[in-house]
């Protein structure tokens, strides 16, 4: 720059009041005023181990991810001096801590995403406290979200495990009525073998249900719910609109009842920055599905057990009844999310709710029958009979005064109809009279038959 009727730097100089090496700076055009290049010095007690402790400080915070006991830059410095003898001051260790956490945060930055229909499944897990049948439980809530529709779906199980995984991913794709291209799941155990990311290996099982089906499984990386944000969001839409109050239920199908009305209300929704209803785009999705093959799978969990002298068969330390008469059978037990199955040489024989204690029993009284009516003293003690009927009950049975065989009747009755039934039904009939012929029979005329006898009729 030049001023008017200067003709030299060290005129400007002198008229401005500057240095000749500023306006010299700013005659030659390579700086301007307004502008102020940055101090930056990089502080020689800023080594590559002291860099080193304060990444390893916040991924440690980033690991626990609990948001009330983090690291502050004060914090770390004093584990600096502490741990390293770290001699520098506290401002350059907090500076070098803003500029870490500010280059995290960029990374944190979400893009915008956009699923073609049937292409993508986001899937996760959750829990949820209910009530159910009085008492206070944990359940487990498996939520999958369409990506392109995001409709949803939720299924509530007793646990968290392999069986669950398998059935719940089913019973989605059955409810969308096809199958997506790929399916979003995090790096759970349930599903992952070894690795994590995109160096994960599915579980043998999972890998064949994905054949079966033909999708495509798609692993998360580790802490990174960013990358099923629409199926993270549904977790928390189901715990505060179904699960607020707390749903008080009989059973679990009546909860996944509550579950499968509330994502069915879901679909009149309208999703902001999305061109329609999510039940419009769901049938774009739906259209874009690939087919259900015709065969389900069986997703059981097998175990090959024999039937020991209780006539019980063993699956992860409890007990199940079957028919006595199977005694020493070889059996396969076949283990679903809610049930277990028991089967000898093809036939189902027993069936039971599935036990998720340890060194339980489900004893089946209608299993025993046939060996109590032999071992009649054996019916106050028996473990089926105690868990079937009320103490009480066996008490009134044995002041009837009854043989060992018609007590089992009673118990059977009992199995049909209850045991206050069946005690009301039997004091009533004893208090009755004896029942009368109710049937009126009109007198008969027999003359006929007489005057024909006397003229000398045939008498065979």
């Excluded at 400080?57 to 502050?72: G, M, P, S, W």
């Excluded at 068969?313 to 059978?329: A, D, I, M, Q, W």
């Amino acid at each position: 720059m030049q001023l008017e009727g200067v003709t030299s730097q060290r005129t400007a100089a002198k008229r401005l009041g500057i240095s000749r090496n500023t306006v010299k700076k700013y005659w030659e055009g390579d700086n301007v005023p307004w502008e102020h290049k940055p101090y930056n010095r990089d502080a020689t007690v800023m080594t590559p181990e002291v860099v080193q402790f304060v990444k390893d400080c916040l991924d440690e915070d980033d690991a626990v991810n609990i948001k009330r006991q983090r690291h502050t830059a004060r914090r770390i410095y004093q584990r600096l001096v502490e741990e390293r003898g770290f001699t520098g001051s506290e401002s350059s260790v907090r500076n070098l801590v803003h500029d870490m956490r500010a280059a995290r945060r960029i990374s944190q930055v979400f893009i915008p995403l956009r699923f073609a229909p049937g292409d993508a499944i986001q899937i996760d897990w959750g829990e949820a406290t209910i009530i159910m049948d009085g008492e206070k439980e944990k359940v487990n809530l498996f939520c999958a979200r369409l990506c392109h529709s995001c409709a949803p779906y939720v299924i509530a199980y007793k646990r968290q495990n392999l069986e669950s995984f398998l059935d719940a991913i089913i019973h989605t794709f059955q409810y969308f009525g096809g199958v997506p291209r790929r399916l979003i799941f995090d790096n759970a155990r349930v599903a992952v073998k070894s690795g994590f990311g995109a160096q994960a290996a599915a579980q043998d099982d999972y890998s064949q249900l994905a054949a079966h089906y033909g999708f495509e499984p798609v692993f998360c990386n580790p802490a990174s719910g960013n990358e099923k944000g629409l199926v993270e969001n549904l977790v928390g839409y189901i715990r505060r609109n179904v699960c607020v109050p707390l749903p008080r239920v009989k059973s679990l199908d009546e909860l996944n009842a509550k579950l499968l009305a509330k994502c069915t209300q879901y679909l009149n929704h309208q999703i902001e920055g999305r061109p329609d209803k999510v039940g419009v785009m769901l049938n774009e999705d739906q259209a874009a599905l690939q087919p259900m093959p015709r065969y389900t799978p069986d997703i059981s969990k097998k175990v090959y057990p024999t039937v020991g002298r209780y006539s019980t068969v063993l699956f992860e330390t409890n007990h199940y009844s079957v028919p006595c008469k199977y005694r020493g059978k070889a059996t396969t037990v076949k283990a679903y999310p809610n049930h277990i199955e028991v089967w000898i040489e093809g036939t189902m024989v027993a069936r039971h709710d599935r036990l998720f204690g340890r060194k339980e029993e489900s004893l089946d009284l209608q299993h025993y029958l046939p060996i109590l009516a032999q071992k009649g003293r054996a019916i106050r003690y028996a473990r089926p009979v105690q868990n079937a009927v009320p103490a009480q009950f066996i008490d009134w049975l044995e002041c009837q005064e009854l043989t060992a065989k018609e007590i089992v009747e009673m118990l059977t009755r009992c199995l049909e109809v209850g045991y206050i039934a069946v005690m009301a039904g039997i004091v009533s009939a004893k208090e009755q009279p004896a029942i009368q012929d109710a049937v009126t029979v009109p007198p008969v005329d027999l003359e006929a038959y007489d005057s024909l006898y006397g003229k000398g009729a045939a008498v065979s």
